[in-house]
């Protein structure tokens, strides 16, 4: 008889949902983010998913004004709303994030440390937004980069 954690045929641990998400991504280092924003001639969106409770215990995710953060938004969408937020199809969209561009919105996820961001950027790319990507090392990384 199987234990209770024995996975079943077919089923994948978070690690191996994780890579397989990763893998679909061009994730960004602080470094090169930093270097993004700088440079990029359109706005780059932003998404903070990490919980209210994160944000507070955190801090707000915030960007320099070398940055130009003034063409750069973020966004907070928690991660239980975030594709019928992001979905240009979608009637519940934000139409500040999407309208304008569709699925050609560069958006860049951030969460605490990496590791939900990397799931829900691979979902967004799963809807259309085939550029979407994460901060490696979320909010902590970024953080300790600017210090």
């Known amino acids: 008889m199987a234990s209770m954690h024995t996975q079943p045929p077919g089923a994948k641990n978070i690690q191996q949902i994780l ?82 561009e569709g699925y050609q919105t560069r958006i860049v996820v951030i969460c605490s440390e990496g590791y939900t961001s990397s799931l829900a950027a691979a979902a967004l790319q799963e809807i259309g937004h085939h550029a979407a990507t994460d901060l490696a090392g979320g909010q902590k990384a970024w953080k300790e980069f600017l210090a």
């Open 19 to 100: 890579e397989l998400a990763r893998s679909k991504l061009i994730r960004l280092t602080p470094g090169q983010f930093m270097a993004k924003l700088q440079s990029a001639s359109n706005p780059v969106h932003i998404i903070d998913i990490r919980p209210a409770a994160q944000r507070e215990l955190e801090g707000p995710f915030t960007i320099p004004s070398s940055c130009h953060s003034d063409k750069h938004q973020v966004h907070v969408i928690e991660r239980n709303v975030l594709e019928w937020r992001l979905d240009p199809q979608c009637e519940a969209r934000r139409k500040d994030v999407v309208d304008a």
